[in-house]
């Protein structure tokens, strides 16, 4: 089934703590972006990567980072966790990047922080 | 920098007919995008507009104004699944999209 998956659904995480969330995409597109969406704030932009091997830092990149070594796998890490991490976080695609490509949802990591 | 607003919420009943607004100021517009969202769901594509006028697709259509910056979706006939929230987000010159808070839209029977 072509589309993007992530893991995991949801995760309870100590603070301090580091997690790679994951996230795949079969549709071979070039673009690749990861947003939190929190209550009241909407989406926000976190990284992007316009193609394999390239990354950019969005709005809200503190904390985070990413890495784009394939086509299909942008890969989400919080190398120390914090309380004000606990988010929704959405994977995000489009055939190309820089452009107005319409974007593609991945279905969400629901992160807790303690 | 980027401002998008919409309205928080709006409440309609089933059958009727409802107009969502979407202003923003963007340092560049490469059209934009409205989205819907049910709870505890991914943002699903609705439309796109780049120039101005109205895109009609079925029960939604999407109107644009660039020299006004103003952009609205509107749905017809509704339904108690059109129970959702709703994405305004505009792409301007840049790499991604930039979204509105969205607007919660209650249909009633």
């Known amino acids: 089934i072509a589309g993007i998956t992530q893991a995991p659904t949801s995760q309870i995480l100590a603070a301090g703590r580091r997690m790679t969330l994951r996230c795949t995409q079969d549709m071979r597109h070039n673009a690749m972006y990861w947003y939190r969406q ?7 932009l976190i990284h992007y990567s316009n193609t394999a091997g390239t990354t950019g830092k969005g709005e809200v990149p503190d ?12 890969p989400l890490t919080l190398a120390s966790a914090v309380p004000s991490q606990t988010s929704v976080y959405f ?3 489009s055939q190309s990047g820089g452009g107005p490509d319409t974007q593609y949802f991945g279905p969400g990591t629901r992160l807790t922080v303690l | 920098g980027q401002n998008i607003d919409q309205p928080t919420e709006m409440t309609a009943t089933e059958g009727a007919i409802v107009q969502i607004n979407c202003t923003y100021q963007t340092s560049g517009f490469n059209g934009l995008f409205w989205y819907q969202q049910h709870a505890g769901e991914a943002p699903t594509f609705l439309s796109y507009n780049v120039l101005d006028g109205l895109e009609e697709k079925g029960r939604f259509s999407s109107f644009l104004s660039r020299s006004k910056g103003y952009s609205y979706l509107l749905l017809k006939e509704l339904q108690m699944k059109d129970s959702a929230s709703y994405l305004c987000a505009v792409s301007d010159s840049g790499y991604a999209l930039n979204f509105g808070k969205g607007t919660s839209l209650l249909v009633t029977p």
């Open chain 1, 38 to 44: 929190d209550l009241g704030l909407g989406l926000r």
């Open chain 1, 91 to 93: 994977c995000a695609s």
């Open chain 1, 63 to 74: 904390g985070y980072s990413v890495s784009r070594a394939n086509t299909d796998d942008f």
